[in-house]
């Protein structure tokens, strides 16, 4: 779905992938952070919470994907495609690391849906960002899989990156600013920045093989 350009500037592209992701982060603010603060009483209560959490971030990945789709046109070979992917990516990615992180607190803690409410994020945030930013990498590595990545190990490192750019983005967010936007932005950049460096290092990669195997 997206293929760089023989002509095109590695830095460049990199630097766009990352601008592209904090205008659409900028314009449409993630809605999972607000969730630290939601209480759960039954599995009813996640449900609800999942199906929120599935809508906005598909809708944050489609502007998110539709950014990318204007601005690497110059350096890049991009399908339209690739917005609903990043949609999908992004919701799914987002929607199951709630779950799993929800599940293995209750499996700990059973007492998370009681008659109280517990927060939706008692696991740590970090490993739920992790968990989260990992899970999009995953998903993400199928329109990516033909010309960034071909490797097992490719795919792993692109999972990590991704997962990595989630956790660094959320905790500079929140040492920076109390403005929503603001936060938003910043860890948008941040998450574009430590992508962007992944495709950076894998699309040299890609480009770099055909020299050193002919």
């Known amino acids: 779905m997206i293929r760089i350009k023989s002509q095109a500037n590695f830095l460049i592209f990199g630097l766009l992938w990352a ?8 314009i449409y603010i993630f809605q ?3 969730f ?8 009813a209560d ?3 919470l999942v199906v929120v959490l599935l809508l906005n971030t598909f809708v944050l990945g489609a502007i998110v994907g539709v950014m990318q789709y204007l601005l690497l046109k110059p350096v890049a070979s991009i399908s339209a495609w ?21 599940i293995f607190v ?13 927060s939706a994020l008692r696991f740590p945030l970090v490993f739920v960002m992790f968990i989260g930013g990992g899970l999009i990498g995953l998903i993400q590595i199928f329109p990516l899989r033909k010309t960034f990545i071909q490797t097992v190990s490719e795919g792993v490192v692109w999972a990590l990156m991704s997962a990595l ?19 938003s ?12 460096l992944a495709l950076f290092i894998l699309s040299k990669n890609r480009l770099r093989q055909p020299q050193t195997t002919s």
């Open 36 to 43: 630290e603060t939601s209480l759960l009483s039954s599995w």
């Open 106 to 118: 209750w499996i700990f803690q059973p007492e998370i849906f009681s008659s109280q409410g517990q």
């Open 165 to 183: 750019g989630w956790v660094l983005g959320f905790f500079i967010m929140l040492a920076f600013s109390n403005s929503p936007r603001v936060q």
């Open 19 to 26: 601008i592209a992701i904090m205008i659409g982060w900028s």
């Open 82 to 102: 690739w917005i609903g992917f990043m949609g999908l990516s992004y919701s799914l990615g987002s929607s199951l690391s709630l779950v799993f992180s929800s």
């Open 46 to 48: 996640l449900f609800s």
């Open 185 to 196: 932005s910043i860890a948008g950049l941040v998450i574009g920045i430590v992508t962007g």
């Open 32 to 34: 999972g952070i607000k």
